[in-house]
Structures are given as C-alpha cells and as structure tokens.
Antibody, heavy 122, light 107 residues
C-alpha cells in the first residue's frame, strides 16, 4: 500500500525549532520529488518546499527560505523538514506529498500524508 | 512567484447540477497545472494533472481544460461527496503555488 506518514509535530515556542519526518511505504522515495505543503487554520493550502528525487535541487517558498531545510534519507525511505526560528504564522498542518517529476509534463502531487500539526505559541 | 486566482470563492449548487470552477494565472504556466479536492480532516486528493488529465481512480464526471493562463475544472453532475474545497496548483521552474481555493457547498 502506497503511503506517506508524517510525524514530529507539536507545540513549540516562538524562535524555537522542530523537525518533521515523513515516512514512505509501498514505494521508494528515491524515484520521486518530494514536497512539504501546509495549511494554516482557516486558510488555504500553501506550498512550502521541494526536494528533487536525487537531492540535487531544493527550493522553498519565500516564507520558508532561510529558516526551513528539506532533506531526505533514502536508506530510511524518509523525508524531513527542519524548521528553525519558528513564528506564530508557521502554525499549520504540514503535509508531505510526492511528485513523479518530469520536465515535459506536470503529474501533480499524487500521494499525500494525513498531516502533522505544528503550533507555535508561547 | 506566479499568482493563481480562483473564482468564484464560494459556489452554491445542488446535487445533479454542473459545477464550473475557474483558475487564472498571472502569467503563462503552459499546461503545468493540477486540481485537488480537499475535505476537512483529510489529505488533499489529486483530481487532474497536466491541466486536463484525470488522475488514477477519479470519476469521469471530473474534467479539466485550459492552457497558458486560463483553466477550468468541470464537474458534470454533482454527487453528494463532491462538496468540498477545490484548489488549483501550478509548477514553474521548481516553484509551486496554489490558488486560494473555491468552496463548493450544497445549496
């Protein structure tokens, strides 16, 4: 069964750090680009970051640039998001998702996890 | 950053009716656009990729069209389970954005 499962969410104070994990099963992450997407309370979906299948390309939304780092451990079939200098506006449900990346087509994000909740509050 | 604007913000329809959702990009995204359905407490679900191709397992009542800057998601005859929030999303040079969403509610 193809599945992504996020973990690592919780409550953290402003300025603090948190590392999210996304474990994959039923497929090998080394064949896919992987994303983090978030949804703040009462808001829409916001793309956060992407890491290419081979780890050679990583890109971030402006809101995450310089504070968040996306990484992967193919041996553990797991994606990570290291979040530093957290702010109240980072409070959200964080989803990981996969993309079958092609330069010629856009296949969309076809498998998503159920999300993990991050709350930044003092 | 390419901004996507979805309209309407809210669409009130009855089961059996046809729904037409719009997504407009501030600049061309070619066909690099996808549509998602999102229900509370669930993961988003990919409906349409590459602007007009149905994802695996998606019913034929869902269809996508458009290219460049103007895109449409059509649901030909609404089923009760179709009432949800719908997002378009684009990819351009490794950067991605979502539209703000259209809430499809029961009239």
């Amino acid at each position: 069964q193809v599945q992504l499962v996020e973990s690592g969410g919780g409550v953290v104070q402003p300025g603090g750090s948190l590392r999210l994990s996304c474990g994959a099963s039923g497929f090998t992450i080394s064949s896919y680009a992987l994303h983090w997407v978030r949804q703040a309370p009462g808001r829409g979906l916001e793309w956060v970051a992407i890491l290419s299948y081979d780890g050679s390309n990583e890109y971030y939304a402006d809101s995450a640039k310089g504070r968040f780092t996306i990484s992967r451990d193919n041996s553990k079939n797991t994606l990570y998001l290291q979040m530093n200098s957290l702010r109240a506006e980072d409070t959200a449900v964080y989803y990981c998702a996969r993309e079958r990346y092609s330069h010629s087509w856009y296949y969309g994000l076809d498998v998503w996890g159920q999300g993990t909740t991050v709350t930044v509050s003092s | 950053e390419i901004v996507l604007t979805q309209s309407p913000v809210t669409l009130s329809l009855s089961p059996g009716e046809r729904a037409t959702l719009s997504c407009r990009a501030r600049q061309s995204v070619s066909s690099f656009l996808a549509w998602y359905q999102h229900k509370p407490g669930q993961a988003p679900r990919l409906l349409i990729y590459d602007a007009s191709k149905r994802a695996t397992g998606i019913p034929a009542r869902f269809s996508g069209s458009g290219s460049g800057t103007d895109f449409t998601l059509t649901i030909s005859s609404l089923e009760p389970e179709d009432f949800a929030v719908y997002y378009c999303q684009q990819r351009s040079n490794w950067l991605y954005t979502f539209g703000q969403g259209t809430k499809l509610e029961i009239k």
